[in-house]
T-cell receptor, first 113, second 114 residues
Framework: EPEVTQTPSHQVTQMGQEVILRCVPI?????FYWYRQILGQKVEFLVS????????KSEIFDDQFSVERPDGSNFTLKIRSTKLEDSAMYFC???????????FGPGTRLTVT | AQSVAQPEDQVNVAEGNPLTVKCTYS??????LFWYVQYPNRGLQFLLK??????LVKGSYGFEAEFNKSQTSFHLKKPSALVSDSALYFC????????????FGKGTKLSVKP
């Protein structure tokens, strides 16, 4: 069964550094998403991406964040200058159509020190 | 503001007993509603969804949920709980039918004891 994959599984970085989180969505999916889950809190929507552009973004997704689909398979989330409060589990998700269920990757745990 | 609420932080059930995990939503239009399960150190796994049609939807692992528009609820149920059902359960909704960005409840930890 196809699945969403994410790398790395755990990333430790120093405050102020740039990080890139990578995701490979399911191949025939068209809609892509990033969510984050701060430890002990609810899963929060960050951004949705369709047809090579951002469809919608939350208040969390400020100028420090960017997304890209550099080729036909990868979907990346970049945080330009990490802050301590960016420490969280970041989930990538994809779906064929917005009325279908989203398939989530296993997540990348980002730790900013 | 649109929201999804899970009023219980934890639900404790004995194995073999029925279980219910509650979810309510607040939205002005017709929502798409989902249940996901998260096992320790794992991602979110889809269980079931309500888009339209029959209010009772059946999903993976014997779970079902009933969409109740008058009570704005979408409670998750299972007739007979298993110890292996112990996990964190999230209710989520695409409350605007927009681009699919989901709003999640805070999660309910289900603990099934033998």
């Amino acid at each position: 069964e196809p699945e969403v994959t994410q790398t790395p599984s755990h990333q430790v970085t120093q405050m102020g550094q740039e990080v890139i989180l990578r995701c490979v969505p399911i191949s025939n999916h068209l809609y892509f998403y990033w969510y984050r889950q701060i430890l002990g809190q609810k899963v929060e929507f960050l951004v949705s991406f369709y047809n090579n552009e951002i469809s919608e973004k939350s208040e969390i997704f400020d100028d420090q964040f960017s997304v890209e689909r550099p080729d036909g398979s990868n979907f990346t989330l970049k945080i330009r200058s990490t802050k301590l409060e960016d420490s969280a589990m970041y989930f990538c998700a994809s779906t064929r159509d917005q009325i279908y269920e989203q398939y989530f990757g296993p997540g990348t745990r980002l730790t900013v020190t | 503001a649109q929201s999804v609420a899970q009023p219980e932080d934890q639900v404790n059930v004995a194995e073999g007993n029925p279980l219910t995990v509650k979810c309510t939503y607040s939205v002005s239009g017709n929502p798409y509603l989902f249940w996901y399960v998260q096992y320790p150190n794992r991602g979110l796994q889809f269980l079931l969804k309500y888009i339209t049609g029959d209010n009772l939807v059946k999903g993976s692992y014997g779970f079902e949920a009933e969409f109740n528009k008058s009570q704005t609820s979408f409670h998750l149920k299972k007739p007979s709980a298993l110890v292996s059902d112990s996990a964190l359960y999230f209710c989520a909704g695409d409350l605007g039918g927009s681009q699919g960005n989901l709003i999640f409840g805070k999660g309910t930890k289900l603990s099934v004891k033998p």
